[in-house]
């Protein structure tokens, strides 16, 4: 994206390092060093929402920039586009203000009949910092020659035009690239009762300083201003708090607290005679080296209030978000929404207290990319009991033997360290399978002893059908198993229990063979709990509800979502894409 640097082209003599001469470059892009003019594929996409008989649904248009829209110039960083000088050492580099492609400009949607239902509007601001070329410490890799103005000659054939050539010295090119970044400022949308009569609600975006969102204002379609305001770690006072001191040591620009306003027929942003509709204040804290949101407040207003209530005699920050940092004493309207109990390793929250329901919120995350594998919602993190035995997955309150894991290398599974047969082909879903190995009795193999006595449980998993596992109370009640669904080599099943006692063992041994089980899912019976698998650098794979019923997610090869399918393979949206051939 464009850049200027220093370019030396000779040094005094050998060894000295003087420099004797040198160019300034500042060069920019030709359109022509693109593949057929651009570097960015589409200009207006065309999405169609048909039905299973092939009958139109709606439509939706999307209007890009591109490298070039319309009447307007050239997104180059000099007038006209082109390089506007090429010299030594001839080096390429790219020079349009990428950051300016591929942003909405216009998106209409359409009915089945093609009338126009709904229409979008983007207005943005661009930014180029070309100060920073001067400092950032980014080079190109490429090695360039440079050459000496003194020194013996390397080679002095007078009856040849390239005599008196001296010796010369590899230097690194020192491009240094520009930056540059787009802000939104604003967006209008449409509702059109016509083709041409519509209602219209405006939204206009302001930053600060940092170019964070400092402002978002809503007008209506009556002329009436709401403002969502933010308020950021660095424009608090550190003072003695140590998440806030480690912010700006770090750097950090986090939202410490957003503010709803209704500003009436004002244009501009709040003033005192605002009234605040609600706001929420995030209290971080540090967790090790990591700085997280411990406790979240949000206002409990029976009406709006008043901007001279609300900031007590300041101006720019409310009393009440400075105190949740300084143990100041907050507004009796200003309650407590959640609160993070623990964390894991990473500083992603493991289990939040909601105090207005008193219920409690459980997560599990992928262990190598960090992402969320599970959802639980009215359950504690010790009453949750999950395994998908993928290797990246940690799996929650179960004991197992990890020798009985098998793993699939795309073609076969992997035989379990203890040398016995898997009775799978493939996994069900993810890589990975755990195999129950036959023995007499009720000795569980794989179980969870945290689950609270008299308390309802619910419990789901699938296993391999060639036997049926038992799954019930080391020592005592084996519970009934009856499947509730089938996909290819694998049946699933759900169970409702309640533990008898504290401590018990409860889950899972066979009896009749081999079993491979995958998938396993416990928590309390008045829980919801949500899983999530993903696919590496596209997105999410599978999606199991709360009621163990899974939906696959297929991409194509540039990662974009083509099919969704349910359990049953059966697709329940597809999506195709294609190039108009428009130049």
């Known amino acids: 994206p464009g850049g200027n640097y220093d370019m030396i082209t000779h040094y005094v003599n050998n060894p000295n390092t003087d420099v004797a001469k040198l160019y300034r470059y500042e060069n920019f892009m030709n359109p022509a060093f693109f593949a057929r003019g651009t570097n960015h594929g589409y200009s207006t996409v065309t999405e169609t929402i048909h039905n299973a008989d092939n009958q139109l649904l709606g439509e939706t248009r999307t209007s890009y920039t591109n490298f070039k829209d319309g009447t307007d110039p050239a997104r180059t960083l000099v007038s006209g586009g082109g390089q506007g000088h090429v010299g030594f050492p001839f080096t ?48 190109n890799s490429n090695n360039v020659p440079t050459h000496y103005t003194s020194g013996p000659l390397v080679y002095n054939a007078p009856d040849l035009p390239c005599s008196n050539i001296r010796n010369y010295r590899m230097v690194q090119d020192p491009y240094r690239p520009y930056k540059g970044f787009t802000l939104l400022t604003q ?10 009569q519509y209602i219209a609600d405006i939204t206009n975006y302001s930053y600060d300083a940092r170019y964070n969102m400092k402002s978002i204002r809503n007008k209506n379609s009556d002329g009436n201003y709401t403002e969502i305001l933010s308020v950021y770690n660095y424009d608090l006072s550190a003072g003695s708090n140590t ?12 939202i410490v607290a957003t503010e709803t306003w209704f500003n009436g027929t004002n244009s501009g942003t709040r003033n005192s005679n605002s009234q605040l509709l609600n706001a929420s204040l995030f209290q971080y804290t540090t967790n090790g ?40 004493t907050l507004a009796s309207y200003i309650t407590e929404a959640t609160n993070v109990q623990s964390f894991n390793a990473k500083g992603n ?44 997955i940690a799996e929650q309150n179960l004991t197992y033997n990890n020798t009985h894991q098998s793993f699939y290398n795309g073609s076969v599974m992997s035989i379990p360290t203890i040398g016995f047969v898997v009775p799978v082909s493939k996994p069900l879903i993810g890589n990975g399978v755990y195999v129950l190995e036959p ?21 789901t998993f699938w296993a391999s059908s060639n036997a049926v596992p038992s799954f019930g109370i080391e020592g005592d009640t084996q519970f009934s198993l ?10 699933q099943y759900e169970v409702l229990f309640s533990p008898t006692a504290a401590g018990q063992k409860i889950g899972f041994h066979s009896n009749s063979g081999y079993v491979a089980l995958e998938e396993i899912r416990i928590h309390p019976a008045n829980a919801v709990m949500e899983n999530y698998r993903y696919t590496p650098l596209f997105g999410v794979s599978v999606t199991t509800d709360a009621l163990g019923r899974m939906t696959f997610y297929e991409y194509d090869g ?10 049953d393979g059966n697709i329940l949206k597809q999506t195709e894409y294609g190039i108009s051939a428009q130049y």
């Open 92 to 139: 390429r580099k790219q020079y349009v203000r990428t950051w300016e492609l591929g942003q909405p400009l216009n998106i209409k949607s359409y009915d089945n009949n093609g009338l126009l239902l709904k229409e979008q509007l983007f207005t943005y601001s661009y930014i180029t910092d070309t100060s920073t070329a001067q400092t950032l410490k980014v080079f």
């Open 187 to 196: 967006r209008e949308e449409r509702s059109y009762t016509s083709n041409t």
């Open 243 to 254: 998440a806030l001191a480690k912010m700006v040591t770090d750097d950090m620009d986090r």
């Open 289 to 328: 080296n990591s700085v997280i949101n411990k406790v979240v407040y949000s206002t409990a207003l029976e009406q709006p209030l008043s901007y001279s209530a609300y900031m007590s005699g300041q101006t720019t920050i409310s009393p009440q978000i400075s105190n949740t940092y300084n143990n100041g």
């Open 349 to 392: 929250p493991v289990e939040t207290y909601v105090p207005q329901s008193e219920t409690y919120k459980s997560m599990i995350w992928d262990t190598l990319s960090g992402k969320k594998t599970a959802d639980v919602v009215n359950a504690r993190q010790s009453e949750i009991v999950y395994a998908g035995f993928d290797q990246a």
């Open 439 to 459: 023995a007499g009795g009720t000795a569980k193999e794989l179980y969870t002893t945290g689950l609270e006595a008299g308390k309802q449980y619910r419990a």
């Open 482 to 491: 009856n499947p509730i669904a089938q996909k290819g080599e694998y049946k």
């Open 558 to 567: 540039m990662g974009r979502l083509v099919l969704t399918r349910d359990q």
